[in-house]
């Protein structure tokens, strides 16, 4: 199981971290990225990290703004989100990046970007 937290209301152009934590098994085997989905958006993938944290990728629209991080020794990951948007408002959610080793979705974490 993946639990995301760390969300919340912030204003255009501040900083939020969220985190993930995995229970039930080492996340240290998967690949792994952030995805979030907006009011009458589809899901979408963010950013993702490979198992040893030595390689990442962003999605445009978060580039140069969000930073992903694993720690396998916490069986942890977090998401940086500096300068955001309203934009980036959305439910957050950590996972496998491959459909096939995923866990269920659970809830997300709540971001919300507003003045």
């Known amino acids: 199981q993946l639990q995301a937290s760390g969300g919340g209301l912030v204003q255009p152009g501040g900083s939020l971290t969220l985190s993930c934590a995995a229970s039930?098994?080492?996340?240290?085997?998967?690949?792994v990225g952030w995805f979030r989905q907006g009011p009458t958006k589809e899901r979408e993938g963010v950013s993702c990290?490979?198992?040893?944290?030595?390689?990442?990728d962003y999605a445009d629209s978060v580039k140069g703004r969000f930073t992903i991080n694993r720690d396998n020794a916490k069986n942890t990951m977090s998401l940086q989100m500096n300068g955001l948007k309203p934009e980036d408002t959305a439910v957050y959610y950590c996972?496998?990046?491959?459909?096939?080793?995923?866990?269920?979705w659970g809830q997300g974490t709540q971001v919300t970007v507003s003045s």
């Open positions: 990290i490979t198992t040893s944290g030595g390689t990442t």
């Open positions: 039930g098994f080492t996340l240290d085997r998967f690949v």
């Open positions: 996972n496998a990046i491959v459909p096939d080793l995923r866990s269920p």
